[in-house]
């Protein structure tokens, strides 16, 4: 590392910066858990958990997602502009759909205390009732 200053001198020194690897697959980041009424769990990791609903509010909990890393803090954010997420911070959150029936995607994203991240998407599909 060299510094120099305003005239013009410069000092130099060695430094050694230990770097880890990050496993190359995404493995560090925390394992996202998500439970809700109506769900079913993506086929791959990573893939869009789907979960359908007669109820235009639907409590999501995402408080079992684990690391080895503790505390973990949580993001939910709504694709739709028509769609709203309560408590987005929250391991425990809620949705609010809008009158339409259809998809609804929501992103969320795990942080670990060591900054890893791992994100899952959730697809609220919102159906009438077949009995009316």
Known sequence: CVATNTVGKQVSKSLTVPVTTGGGGG???PVIVINAAGCT???IPGGVTVCETLVRLLDIDLSASTSPNQPLSFL???R???AVVLNPTSPKLTVQLSEL???YFFDVMVTDSKGNKSTATVDVHYIKSTGH
């Open 41 to 43: 769990a993506p086929a």
């Open 27 to 29: 493995g560090g980041g």
């Open 76 to 78: 939910t954010t709504s």
């Open 101 to 103: 029936f259809g998809d």
């Open 80 to 82: 739709n502009t028509s």
